[in-house]
């Protein structure tokens, strides 16, 4: 439980801190690959990764729903 | 009971007070072929073949209305041909009895529908996916906001499966059904820290409950009997993810995550990948990046190797999927902006997976994209 902790911490702490940043100044952020989600290309490949290890979920994989897997 | 809960939420999110949008149709066409191998299988024991290929088109249709609204569906179909899952049919002298390798075909529908009312955005989906010993039924909620100006946006998503089991056993005779339940709730903050960059934190809770074991796993016992793997009815799962895209320039990003997952099993997980982005002076927006990606997981404390587990312990499997290994996953990925007719875009990311034991798997996936 600790990690989560810390991490939720984390959280709050860097959003408290953050200073707003200007639409003006986001010409980098606004470049395709600094989009926060994953592309869908990416999302479909990671569907048979995350059925070969029993660490699913947290990352856009899903728990339930089967798989087509053996 | 899950459609009921589905309408009703459509029909709640339906009567908040929303924006107009421009009308805009999008398709995309996603395509892939995965090939795997390696000599673990727990259909067999955890010592018999993996071999297993895949080929899966999806198609992605969008539509964004004049209205606030818009909806988005996702048909796709796998066609799997594994000779694992073919050993579950042997004669009793061991014997293949069903010729070639097992084909299987797994059909999948997802639909869902976004509202958008002022900074935020309420969503909700359904979904339904059969193969031949499973059937997948599920519903979800989503909810997301933007604020501070839009450096940050706060997610929720609530996601329901219904499932059923078909029970193949050992020796591949059909002994019912059963059901499995699994609800999964992720909460996200994505974050800009800097012109340069953001960051993306994520909570994923999931909780299961059913028949979770895979009636046609077998476990080698200790005394060298052969019998069906046994696991608990019920699992928690609880993950963390911390992702930052950093631009180093307008040529250089990185992509990046860390992951930290537990279980109530006994599995513990760290995953790391980084994706270095190089921009190509081709087209207005074309990138290539090598792909890394680095996994350690602990083993679940129900996971034994053959031969080694007491007919009198309560539950044990042999699937390496739960066990103890480091994997690594190597790649290269393509993306481009095409002013076509073919496509508005072309993406294609190539990689090898190789897991401790000899197991290895190659993914090849593209994505084609249309809008008008």
């Not at chain 2, 709640?12 to 995965?34: H, M, N, T």
């Not at chain 2, 005779?173 to 339940?181: A, I, L, S």
């Not at chain 2, 996200?188 to 934190?201: D, E, K, N, T």
Request: aromatic content about 12%.
């Amino acid at each position: 439980m600790k990690p989560f902790v810390f991490i939720l911490a984390l959280i709050g702490t860097f959003t408290l801190s953050c200073s707003a940043v200007q639409p003006w100044q986001k010409e980098k952020l606004s470049l395709s690959p600094m989009s926060v989600n994953d592309c869908p290309v990416h999302r479909f490949e990671r569907n048979a990764e995350v059925y070969r290890e029993g660490a699913v979920g947290g990352n856009g994989g899903k728990s339930g729903g089967g798989c087509g897997c053996s | 009971m899950l459609l009921r809960t589905a309408l009703l939420a459509l029909t709640a999110i339906s009567l908040l007070p929303g924006l107009a949008q421009d009308e805009k149709w999008r398709v995309d066409f996603l395509g892939s072929y995965y090939d795997q191998d390696g000599e673990r299988s727990p259909v067999t024991g955890g010592i018999g073949t993996e071999e297993l290929q895949t080929i899966g088109p999806v198609i992605v249709l969008n539509y964004q209305g004049d209205s606030p609204w818009s909806y988005t569906t996702t048909l796709g179909v796998d066609n799997i041909t594994s000779a694992s899952t073919d050993n579950i049919d042997l004669d009793a002298a061991g014997v293949n009895v069903s010729g070639a390798s097992r084909q299987d075909n797994r059909v999948f529908i997802n639909s869902g529908a976004t509202r958008k009312v002022g900074n935020q955005n309420w969503g909700v989906n359904l979904g339904f996916s059969k193969e031949y010993d499973y059937r997948s039924i599920s519903a979800g909620l989503n909810w997301s906001m933007d604020f501070n100006q839009k450096n940050s946006t706060l997610g929720v998503a609530l996601n329901r499966y219904q499932d059923e089991v078909t029970l193949y056993d050992i020796f591949g005779v059909d002994q019912g059904t059963d059901d499995r339940e699994t609800t999964d709730i992720t909460l996200s903050l994505s974050q800009v820290l800097s012109p340069r960059a953001i960051a993306v934190f994520e909570v994923f809770v999931s909780d299961q409950s059913g028949f979770l074991s895979t009636p046609f796993h077998e476990v080698i016992l200790d005394d060298g009997a052969i019998t069906t793997e046994r696991l608990p009815d019920a699992r928690t799962r609880t993950a963390v993810k911390v992702g930052l895209n950093y631009a180093f320039s307008n040529n250089l990003i990185l992509r990046s995550y860390l992951r930290h997952y537990d279980d109530d099993w006994g599995i513990a997980a760290q995953t790391l990948e980084l994706e270095p982005h190089f921009r190509l002076p081709y087209g207005e927006d074309t990138w290539i990046y090598p792909i890394f990606r680095f996994h350690t997981q602990d083993a679940s404390d129900y996971w034994v190797l053959p031969n080694q587990a007491p007919a009198s312990q309560d539950f044990y499997t042999a699937d390496w999927d739960l066990g103890e290994f480091d994997s690594q996953k190597y790649g290269i990925g393509f993306r481009t902006k095409l002013a076509s007719r073919l496509s508005d875009f072309l993406d294609v990311r190539v990689t090898r997976y190789t897991r401790d034991g000899d197991f290895s798997s190659f993914n090849v996936a593209f994505g084609l994209g249309w809008s008008w």
